[in-house]
T-cell receptor
Framework: GAVVSQHPSWVICKSGTSVKIECRSL??????MFWYRQFPKQSLMLMAT?????????EQGVEKDKFLINHASLTLSTLTVTSAHPEDSSFYIC???????????FGDGTRLSIL | AQSVTQPDIHITVSEGASLELRCNYS??????LFWYVQSPGQGLQLLLK??????LVQGIKGFEAEFKRSQSSFNLRKPSVHWSDAAEYFC????????????FGTGTRLQVTL
């Protein structure tokens, strides 16, 4: 089945640093990628939708300058959390969707801890 | 606006027992329905999906779900639960098409006792 790789799986860093998370579709071309945030014991909250070669569409309340998304190719999207602070600590999950009616396939998530 | 309700936050079943996880949705058109499973610290794995056709859909790991338009439900079932099925289960709904936003339910945590 479709595989989506997300890296890193876990990152701990100091407050004020920027963190980049990668999401790759390994065996299909992902025309659209989605970035979600999940708080403990809660559901997934969609942060943004990115289409290859165009700007991401952010959900209401998500700061586009803080959560930079790049979808430069059909197999790679990145989420950069800029000047991260402890309140940005969370579990971030990406998903990728190709053409032809295929559902979203999810990465294994990245646990981000900001000290 | 579309929404998904999973009424049961937490369910405990004995290994070998049958399972049914409830999902109700609100959607203005023909929905695209999904069930995903999430193990602790992991991403989501697609169990099954429904778009059209036979209202009883089969998925992986022995799961099935039945779409009932009259009840706006898409309940997930498994005849005999295994201890490895313990996880969080999410129902999701979206418009037709590939690259469309999904709305997730709040999830049901399944605990399996031996």
């Amino acid at each position: 089945g479709a595989v989506v790789s997300q890296h890193p799986s876990w990152v701990i860093c100091k407050s004020g640093t920027s963190v980049k998370i990668e999401c790759r579709s390994l065996d299909f071309q992902a025309t659209t990628m989605f970035w979600y945030r999940q708080f403990p014991k809660q559901s997934l909250m969609l942060m943004a939708t990115s289409n290859e070669g165009s700007k991401a569409t952010y959900e209401q309340g998500v700061e586009k300058d803080k959560f930079l998304i790049n979808h430069a190719s059909l197999t790679l999207s990145t989420l950069t959390v800029t000047s991260a602070h402890p309140e940005d600590s969370s579990f971030y999950i990406c998903s990728a969707a190709g053409r032809g009616g295929q559902p979203q396939h999810f990465g294994d998530g990245t646990r981000l801890s900001i000290l | 606006a579309q929404s998904v309700t999973q009424p049961d936050i937490h369910i405990t079943v004995s290994e070998g027992a049958s399972l049914e996880l409830r999902c109700n949705y609100s959607y203005g058109a023909t929905p695209y329905l999904f069930w995903y499973v999430q193990s602790p610290g992991q991403g989501l794995q697609l169990l099954l999906k429904y778009f059209s056709g036979d209202t009883l859909v089969q998925g992986i790991k022995g799961f099935e779900a039945e779409f009932k338009r009259s009840q706006s439900s898409f309940n997930l079932r498994k005849p005999s639960v295994h201890w490895s099925d313990a996880a969080e289960y999410f129902c999701a709904v979206g418009p037709t098409g590939t690259a469309s936003k999904l709305t997730f339910g709040t999830g049901t945590r399944l605990q399996v006792t031996l």
